[in-house]
């Protein structure tokens, strides 16, 4: 009966967590906390980044296709602008590049997101055919 009593005392005194023990399991945890939240911030970085990204893409494509609306033939060189989209005003520029088709160009559209054009971030490239071309070439 002694016996038995020895082993029940010696189980409840193995049964704790040494020191070692509890340093290791707070470490795993303090790693695990510490990526969940860098995880976290670059994901809130990624969302703000690509936000700008797709406004910054509908600017170029609203003044690729408000060019084409007017249905006139764009002069070569650069032109800039400023465009308000989403409580906030993007800059872009437009490069218009002769081809190898007289009858079509080539255009370039940069948005940027600051005034001082350091910040880009889209870049947009479509084409537009002379419409006095497309008149002529049109069957009846």
């Known amino acids: 009966m002694a016996r038995l009593k020895s082993n029940i005392i010696h189980r409840k005194q ?4 040494t020191l070692l023990e509890v340093l ?34 509908w600017v170029a494509v609203n003044a690729l296709n408000q060019l084409l609306l007017e249905n006139q033939w764009p002069s070569l060189g650069k032109t800039s602008d400023t465009t308000e989209m989403a409580s ?23 948005v940027y997101s600051d005034d001082d054009l350091q910040h880009q971030v889209s870049h947009l490239t ?14 009846p």
């Open 14 to 17: 193995s049964s704790a967590f």
């Open 24 to 57: 290791v399991a707070l470490t795993i945890i303090a790693i695990t906390l510490g990526t969940i939240i860098k995880t976290g911030s670059d994901q809130a970085a990624n969302t703000s980044y690509l936000k700008q990204k797709t406004i910054g893409h």
């Open 88 to 110: 906030h005003e993007w800059h872009w520029q437009r490069e218009v590049i002769k081809t190898p088709s007289d009858n079509t160009r080539k255009l370039l559209f940069t």
């Open 126 to 139: 479509g084409y537009v055919t002379n419409p006095k071309f497309l008149i002529s070439n049109a069957t």
